[in-house]
């Protein structure tokens, strides 16, 4: 573990999802009958595997489970098609698959390259998913494995809450980082501090709240994500019925009252939510669906679809336009989303 002099004073900063990447983390599904009902295990280990070998065909992904599952999971990633060289499997036992909010939050040195690991305290989104313990231990076994340095961050931060352009500027939401189930004995000022001391940024643009059904209260990764450093993909509902209607509204608003690196507003571009996502009797009335929660890896973009035709081809059509020189892949994530969250919030990716 590093010293007390913080990430950012010591010339590291995170940076953002577009840049090269080494590799992209997943936690693999573990057998306990609360996730999924218990009913989807077959069918989550294989879209798991489904999305481990989808990123497989851009770069290495660095997969946490428990050592005795290995064979099990390289066996199903190798029905998938993963390139099986890419698919890289560590004995970090853990408790849930969402690696964007458990998993270390990596930093890049600005002069000498060195990729180092922010291990933040995680307590499942408040406390409402125990046990977390497990979870929490993951930052820490993942920079023993590659022998990287650790930064602590001094506070609990979900990786799923946050998103950085690169250019000093972070984006995230009240509702999640000031919430009181998360650190009440700190003020958003001190909160701030921590994020500029660990991540290197400058500029924290705050929206209010998140979308209906979010467990999370409210992370960032559904509601809107930079595409480049002055452009932000904002999330909309047209069904003025809609608990997501007057939401949405207000973060654009607050999005475009916000500056970029260079001073000049950021360009919005606007992304309708799917329809409703709905699974009769379920916890969640309504499903986070969101099509920005999708995936940057090198030379792609994997994006959630929802067995919506119109609204799918729709997104997918907009994200090609967004990442000309990326390839688009749609991975159907209806099943995925039950439990809260789809392939940016089961993902954590790690800078070359």
Partial sequence: MSAAISAAAQGFAMPAEWSPQEAVWLSWPV?????WGGAKRDLIHAKFAEIAAAISRFEPVRINAPGADHPAIA????????????????????????????????????????????????????GKFP????DNAIPAAIAQSLGLRRFLGGMILEGGAIEINGHGQLLTTEAVLLNPNRNPHLSRSQIEQKLRDSLGVRDILWLKQGIEGDDTDGHIDDLARFINPTTILACTDRDIASPNHRILNENLAALRSFYGPQGKPFEIVEIPLPQACEVPGWRLPVLPASYVNFLIVNGGVLVPTF??????DRALGLLRELFPTREIVGIDCLDLVEEGGTLHCISQQQPA
Avoid: M, S, Y
């Fill in 31 to 35: 057998d306990d009958p609360r996730h």
């Fill in 75 to 126: 066996a199903l990633c190798n029905r998938a098609k993963a390139v099986p060289e890419h698919v890289q499997l560590f004995n970090h036992p853990h408790n849930d698959v969402w690696c964007r909010d458990h998993g270390p939050i990596f930093v890049k040195h600005h002069q000498t390259g060195e990729i180092a690991i922010t291990d933040w305290e995680f307590n499942a989104w408040g």
């Fill in 131 to 134: 046990p977390w313990d497990l």
């Fill in 307 to 312: 067995r919506q035709p119109k609204n799918d």
